[in-house]
């Protein structure tokens, strides 16, 4: 079973602050991978996507990813109310005939004014 | 335009009705997907069109049915659904359905089967 996991929260992170998520994945073979945000009653919304290992910065935003130990991350500097949300971490491997994006569970941030 | 409109934004429907959800984008993407999300749940894949053909039907019951016109569009068409089948039902396109294939979805359908 392919999995991805992501601790579900709820991560609460004072304003300001740097809120960091982490992703674990259990297939090796994983080639690229990606952060969505998702509001209450909203649908995910695509804020980071990384490839290779190391760091990649958009904004306030930090993707890093490291395959030899099968994680990626997403840090959010200086936090603000409006990034609370739950991230969603998505991981696409190779399936039997197709491509196939496995998500994770999510994590619920609070971002504390 | 990273756009993708889904119609109707709420839907309320009775277990004997039959409806549809629509999904349109011009990205230009060639593959479509249907996903449907329960509360506090990651969104579950249904189907898959990559250019405007049936690649993955996530063993989804056969009151669910796809339909893709062109590229462009993409449908769910729904019948005798139940009440568990009430949920968030997203579409998304992606340029391929390949490895590097970054999804974007729309605004979603909140469907209520009553």
């Known amino acids: 079973q392919k999995e991805v996991e992501q601790n579900s929260g709820p991560l609460s992170v004072p304003e300001g602050a740097i809120a960091s998520l982490n992703c674990t994945y259990s297939?090796?073979?994983?080639?690229?991978f990606f952060w969505y945000r998702q509001y209450s009653g909203k649908s995910p919304e695509l804020i980071m996507f990384i490839y290779s290992n190391g760091d990649k910065e958009d904004g306030r935003f930090t993707a890093q990813l490291n395959k030899a130990s099968q994680y990626v991350s997403l840090l959010i500097r200086d936090s603000q109310p409006s990034d609370s949300a739950t991230y969603l971490c998505a991981v696409n491997i190779i399936g039997d005939s197709n491509y196939q994006l496995i998500w994770g569970a999510g994590t619920k941030l609070i971002i504390k004014p | 335009d990273t756009e993708v409109t889904q119609t109707p934004k709420h839907l309320v429907m009775g277990m004997t009705n039959k409806k549809s959800l629509k999904c349109e984008q011009h990205m230009g993407h060639r593959a479509m997907y249907w996903y449907k999300q329960k509360a506090k749940k990651p969104p579950e894949l249904m189907f898959v069109?990559?250019?405007?053909?049936?690649?993955i039907n996530e063993s989804v019951p056969s009151r669910f049915s796809p339909e893709c016109p062109n590229s462009s569009l993409l449908n769910l068409h729904l019948h005798a659904l139940q009440p568990e089948d009430s949920a968030l039902y997203l579409c998304a396109s992606s340029q391929g359905h390949d490895m590097n294939t970054e999804a974007f979805f729309g605004q979603g359908t909140r469907l209520t089967v009553v």
């Open positions: 297939d090796r073979g994983s080639q690229s």
């Open positions: 069109y990559s250019y405007e053909k049936l690649s």
